[in-house]
């Protein structure tokens, strides 16, 4: 416990000016949102932020639809993490076979550059088409928002390998095996993490934007809900949800590639 008190100790007094600096942005923005409640009038009505939160708390034992907010969190992260786990594998393969293969990437690379500029939310009326009405089309559109960033990122990373690396090795009598595990891929993992940081909060974003076009549960659908019933705390409850989740999604990665990439931090 001492431990743990003196690390906090060390960790608060580091991050002191910047803990300060994030209470005073909170602070403004609700300072602005309380006045913009307070003078909103007509058809521009902003609830006052007391409202819209304790409407947030409530929805997490009070059902909104069938679900309750965790609930429909629950969803929606379960949509992403399944369609973000798959075309992340996917993603690595082709990103590096790409870069360590002219042949592969004299085959794959232009059918890839012709299909990377179509946006995610473009493919949703052929997912709805080809998958029907439930998950199995948001988690196709998922994929495909996770997929691009990626197969670009690992196909960055073999590419920047060392080519005199792979020739110490080869001199030292590894195999190819031993030169992919030992070499190449720890080499490309800062250029992967990177990817995957970027294509999971791309893929939450696609998650939320096919819910809002269609679906029957996720945060997404709350927004939704909220715009047919001219509900507009419900709104902000489910943009509050999006926000909370996105920067927890983000904060998990970013300790993610520090705990694993902490070799490539300290040969910096």
Known sequence: MRNAGRSFG????????ALVWVLISFATLLAAWQLASVFSAGRVQVPAPLEVFRAF??????????NTILEHAGISLWRVLLGFSVASAIGMAIGI???LSPTARAV???IFEFVRPIPPIAWIP??????????ANKIFIIFLASFTYVTINSYEGARSVDPRLIGAARMLGAGRGRI????????????????LQIALSVSWAAEVAAEIIY???????IITMGMNN???TQIIVGMIAIGVIGYLLSTLMRALEGRLCRWNKQAK
Do not use: D
């Open 230 to 232: 001219g509900n507009i």
């Open 180 to 195: 992919f595990t030992h070499v190449i891929f720890p080499s490309s993992v800062p250029y992967i993490f990177a990817g």
């Open 10 to 17: 060390k960790w608060f007094q580091a991050n002191r000016q």
């Open 126 to 135: 052929l997912s709805i088409l080809w998958f029907g009405l439930g998950s």
């Open 57 to 66: 708390f409530n929805a997490m034992v009070v059902p909104i639809g069938r």
């Open 108 to 110: 794959i690379n232009p």
């Open 215 to 221: 679906s029957q549960n996720g945060v997404g659908w």
């Open 97 to 99: 076979s790409m870069g």
